[in-house]
């Protein structure tokens, strides 16, 4: 059984360099406690992610489409 145990809202406004004010989106869904599920918009731009939660260690995948190419990121923690 799939059970949704946490979301939480995002919104941002940053200003870039050539002082235009750029929006910022984003939600994460966390189900069955362990796997996180992401999506934002920055501006026209887009991303989302995902990972997995244990106790000890958590690890994450994110796609972000970013001038001049798309971007992969994969990141992992420990706790000790």
Do not use: C
């Not at 949704?4 to 189900?31: M, P, R, W, Y």
């Amino acid at each position: 059984k799939v059970k949704v145990d946490d979301i939480l809202f995002t919104l941002g406004v940053s200003n870039e360099d050539d002082e235009s004010f750029k929006f910022q989106l984003g939600k994460e869904v966390i189900f069955n406690k362990r796997f996180p599920v992401r999506i934002g918009f920055y501006g026209s731009k887009f991303a989302f992610g995902f990972g997995y939660k244990d106790v000890d260690w958590q690890v994450d995948y994110a796609f972000a489409s970013y001038k001049p190419g798309n971007t992969h990121m994969i990141s992992a923690k420990v706790k000790y």
